[in-house]
């Protein structure tokens, strides 16, 4: 119990403690960053469960060595595995906080600081807690109440001495998944969803409506929504604004900026007013023609400014244009150091009409040729330019991630087909989530980007324990396979179980940032955990890397195993050897009951005849001894637990 408590105060640590250094720093805070304790809860508990795996798989002789040395192991088999997925991950985020939008650049940077305090709480403070409870486990003291202790002859109940969940691990699901038929099955299925996700993925939208973040019962929602289903032909405000040019010299440019916003397919006919239309017409109505040049303007730049004044003060129209037009009254006469005109959009259906929209007039400015700026703006431009650049930016960010993901995990797998297979799974679960987004209605907006970013993150947690259990386990790649699914397979389940958990709630919201987060967040467990505990174990039994050189030489959980493992040997399978767990009886399999001559790294039992003379009689043995003569050669045999044959050295 106070194993979990710590788990959790762990994660409030870390959450809590990069708000503190990102705010010293300056990073902004927003809304998105709600979202940030789920996260930690989902790479900082999946660490500790891998933690308390170790500790729970360490062999009988291993838990009979002094408590220190257990807690070196444990944490030497844990730690390589969390500080690989734990780097990825503050790699990925720190990759994703290179983008140029501030929004996602600032959640990334606080993401990428809690993830990494997440993995030294996890190393520190939780694991000190894990070692004062299996303290406290083996002086036999009570889980709630630590300071009752159970008598001498208390015996606990079998079954809470059982790991249900790495029983079903080992006697059911991994060996069911890792039969030819059930691989055949895996991959057909695994490739068939992938096949369905690559049509969604290359479907997805960019889309994002503001009020979409509104409450759906919220009074401006259900109004922007009306407006919409009315389709009123009046849509947004846009204005042009042109800086401080020579007005009077560039007054055809201006006519012409007019035209252009005018004649603008995605502006509403009738709604663009220009001052200087307005003015113009005014000029030739109140002035003396004599006073005009051809074009029906002032002749010259100080007439021009001062009926302009006039026109802005003393005419009802022209004081309608007060707000468009910003005089320098420092000057005789004043001048125009700015002004803008306006109009009305249509009603723009998704962001690919918005962004060929604003597109469409920053162009038009620009073709003008103003000697200063000119430039369309709206307030929902703000929303428009965001969603201009984020796909691009999630593409980016994601193809960035992916290479900084292989990299680290390349350093510290120290093995590339390794590496590769981490990396496909990753790139698999991007695409699958990306697909059945579309599916499930969803489109890239600045949620589903941040949530794309955490997905690289928890795809690599998932495949890495798989992978690197994989590595440092001895034998044939299917007994590996095997292993890594019994070791590491609840842990990892456990994880994303306990993610689930933690989300699971958000379901019921009605806010658009929270039950989106809810359905992109659960495709990333799903197919993160189908990657990694169906599609990597199964493929790694057909195509996995060979083990480490000091690969741990492990009990096979076979009934019979077949062969004799050696360390030495980078997990060489001898066939010569054979046990029968039932009355423990080693057998000569190579007629005539001669074992093949070794390196002596290897194994050195030669030329050991039958008992009684005949080729492939048994050799019988007892169970207890541990040194075995036979003929010319000797060895020493090592038992593991259910009498099965564990290691054979000379």
Same mark, same amino acid.
């Given at each position: 119990?106070?194993?979990?408590?710590?788990?959790?105060?762990?994660?409030?640590?870390?959450?809590?403690?990069?708000?503190?250094?990102?705010?010293?720093?300056?990073?902004?805070?927003?809304?998105?960053?709600?979202?940030?304790?789920?996260?930690?809860?989902?790479?900082?508990?999946?660490?500790?469960?891998?933690?308390?795996?170790?500790?729970?798989?360490?062999?009988?002789?291993?838990?009979?060595?002094?408590?220190?040395?257990?807690?070196?192991?444990?944490?030497?088999?844990?730690?390589?595995?969390?500080?690989?997925?734990?780097?990825?991950?503050?790699?990925?985020?720190?990759?994703?906080?290179?983008?140029?939008? @501030?929004?996602?650049?600032?959640?990334?940077?606080?993401?990428?600081?809690?993830?990494?305090?997440?993995?030294?709480?996890?190393?520190?403070?939780?694991?000190?807690?894990?070692?004062?409870?299996?303290?406290?486990?083996?002086?036999?003291?009570?889980?709630?109440?630590?300071?009752?202790?159970?008598?001498?002859?208390?015996?606990?109940?079998?079954?809470?001495?059982?790991?249900?969940?790495?029983?079903?691990?080992?006697?059911?699901?991994?060996?069911?998944?890792?039969?030819?038929?059930?691989?055949?099955?895996?991959?057909?299925?695994?490739?068939?969803?992938?096949?369905?996700?690559?049509?969604?993925?290359?479907?997805?939208?960019?889309?994002?409506? @503001?009020?979409?973040?509104?409450?759906?019962?919220?009074?401006?929602?259900?109004?922007?929504?009306?407006?919409?289903?009315?389709?009123?032909?009046?849509?947004?405000?846009?204005?042009?604004?042109?800086?401080?040019?020579?007005?009077?010299?560039?007054?055809?440019?201006?006519?012409?900026?007019?035209?252009?916003?005018?004649?603008?397919?995605?502006?509403?006919?009738?709604?663009?007013?220009?001052?200087?239309?307005?003015?113009?017409?005014?000029?030739?109505?109140?002035?003396?023609?004599?006073?005009?040049? @051809?074009?029906?303007?002032?002749?010259?730049?100080?007439?021009?400014?001062?009926?302009?004044?006039?026109?802005?003060?003393?005419?009802?129209?022209?004081?309608?244009?007060?707000?468009?037009?910003?005089?320098?009254?420092?000057?005789?006469?004043?001048?125009?150091?700015?002004?803008?005109?306006?109009?009305?959009?249509?009603?723009?259906?998704?962001? &690919?009409?918005?962004?060929?929209?604003?597109?469409?007039?920053?162009?038009?400015?620009?073709?003008?040729?103003?000697?200063?700026?000119?430039?369309?703006?709206?307030?929902?431009?703000?929303?428009?330019?965001?969603?201009?650049?984020?796909?691009?930016?999630?593409?980016?960010?994601?193809?960035?991630?992916?290479?900084?993901?292989?990299?680290?995990?390349?350093?510290?797998?120290?093995?590339?087909?390794?590496?590769?297979?981490?990396?496909?799974?990753?790139?698999?679960?991007?695409?699958?989530?990306?697909?059945?987004?579309?599916?499930?209605?969803?489109?890239?907006?600045?949620?589903?980007?941040?949530?794309?970013?955490?997905?690289?993150?928890?795809?690599?947690?998932?495949?890495?324990?798989?992978?690197?259990?994989?590595?440092?386990?001895?034998?044939?790649?299917?007994?590996?396979?095997?292993?890594?699914? &019994?070791?590491?397979?609840?842990?990892?389940?456990?994880?994303?179980?306990?993610?689930?958990?933690?989300?699971?709630?958000?379901?019921?919201?009605?806010?658009?940032?929270?039950?989106?987060?809810?359905?992109?967040?659960?495709?990333?467990?799903?197919?993160?955990?189908?990657?990694?505990?169906?599609?990597?174990?199964?493929?790694?039994?057909?195509?996995?890397?060979?083990?480490?050189? &000091?690969?741990?030489?492990?009990? &096979?959980?076979?009934?019979?195993?077949?062969?004799?493992?050696?360390?030495?040997?980078?997990?060489?399978?001898?066939?010569?050897?054979?046990?029968?767990?039932?009355?423990?009886?080693?057998?000569?399999?190579?007629?005539?009951?001669?074992?093949?001559?070794?390196?002596?790294?290897?194994?050195?039992?030669?030329?050991?005849?039958? @008992?009684?003379?005949?080729?492939?009689?048994?050799?019988?043995?007892?169970?207890?001894?541990?040194?075995?003569?036979?003929?010319?050669?000797?060895?020493?045999?090592?038992?593991?637990?259910?009498?099965?044959?564990?290691?054979?050295?000379?």
């Amino acid at each position: 119990m106070y194993v979990s408590l710590t788990g959790m105060v762990c994660v409030g640590l870390a959450v809590a403690g990069s708000i503190g250094v990102c705010s010293a720093v300056g990073a902004a805070y927003g809304p998105l960053h709600t979202i940030l304790p789920f996260l930690i809860l989902g790479i900082g508990v999946d660490d500790m469960f891998v933690i308390v795996t170790a500790w729970s798989n360490l062999s009988p002789a291993d838990r009979k060595r002094d408590r220190r040395e257990q807690a070196a192991l444990a944490l030497k088999h844990a730690g390589v595995s969390i500080t690989v997925t734990s780097m990825t991950d503050v790699v990925a985020f720190g990759v994703g906080a290179s983008t140029i939008l @501030p929004a996602l650049q600032s959640f990334c940077i606080y993401a990428a600081v809690s993830v990494f305090l997440a993995f030294v709480y996890s190393c520190t403070l939780f694991f000190a807690v894990v070692c004062l409870d299996f303290q406290r486990w083996e002086n036999h003291r009570n889980a709630i109440c630590c300071c009752y202790k159970h008598s001498p002859d208390y015996l606990p109940t079998k079954c809470s001495q059982k790991d249900h969940m790495q029983l079903f691990f080992q006697n059911v699901y991994a060996p069911s998944l890792l039969t030819i038929p059930g691989k055949i099955v895996t991959l057909l299925a695994v490739f068939a969803i992938l096949g369905v996700s690559i049509w969604g993925f290359i479907n997805l939208k960019q889309n994002f409506r @503001p009020s979409w973040a509104l409450a759906p019962d919220s009074y401006l929602r259900r109004y922007w929504e009306k407006t919409e289903a009315y389709s009123f032909d009046d849509g947004e405000p846009v204005y042009i604004y042109i800086g401080d040019i020579d007005y009077h010299g560039e007054r055809e440019k201006l006519h012409s900026l007019y035209q252009r916003f005018e004649d603008d397919s995605y502006v509403t006919d009738g709604t663009v007013t220009s001052w200087f239309e307005d003015f113009k017409t005014w000029v030739k109505s109140n002035k003396n023609s004599t006073l005009l040049g @051809p074009d029906g303007h002032a002749t010259d730049s100080d007439t021009f400014h001062r009926w302009v004044v006039q026109f802005l003060t003393t005419d009802a129209t022209g004081r309608s244009y007060a707000g468009d037009v910003k005089l320098n009254v420092a000057m005789s006469p004043p001048t125009i150091i700015a002004s803008r005109m306006s109009g009305k959009y249509k009603i723009l259906k998704d962001s &690919t009409e918005e962004i060929l929209a604003m597109d469409s007039l920053i162009a038009g400015a620009e073709s003008v040729g103003f000697s200063k700026e000119a430039f369309p703006y709206s307030s929902q431009f703000l929303y428009i330019v965001t969603n201009k650049v984020l796909q691009s930016e999630l593409y980016r960010n994601l193809g960035m991630a992916m290479v900084a993901v292989f990299v680290i995990t390349l350093l510290l797998l120290a093995d590339i087909l390794a590496s590769l297979w981490v990396l496909l799974c990753v790139v698999m679960t991007l695409v699958d989530v990306g697909g059945m987004m579309h599916h499930w209605g969803l489109t890239i907006d600045i949620v589903t980007t941040n949530i794309m970013i955490i997905a690289v993150g928890l795809a690599v947690d998932y495949a890495t324990h798989i992978c690197h259990t994989f590595l440092i386990v001895s034998g044939t790649r299917q007994e590996r396979s095997l292993q890594a699914l &019994t070791d590491m397979g609840p842990a990892v389940f456990n994880g994303v179980f306990s993610t689930f958990l933690a989300i699971v709630l958000l379901s019921t919201s009605e806010h658009y940032v929270f039950i989106t987060f809810f359905k992109v967040f659960f495709l990333v467990l799903l197919f993160g955990c189908l990657h990694g505990l169906v599609f990597l174990p199964a493929i790694l039994s057909w195509l996995g890397p060979a083990p480490y050189a &000091t690969a741990a030489v492990r009990e &096979t959980g076979q009934t019979d195993t077949g062969y004799i493992e050696k360390a030495q040997s980078k997990g060489f399978v001898n066939p010569g050897l054979e046990m029968d767990e039932e009355v423990g009886i080693v057998w000569l399999k190579n007629p005539p009951g001669v074992i093949p001559r070794m390196t002596s790294q290897q194994m050195c039992l030669n030329d050991i005849p039958p @008992p009684d003379g005949s080729p492939g009689s048994p050799i019988w043995t007892d169970l207890r001894s541990t040194n075995c003569v036979y003929g010319h050669g000797e060895a020493t045999i090592k038992w593991g637990s259910h009498n099965r044959v564990q290691q054979v050295r000379n």
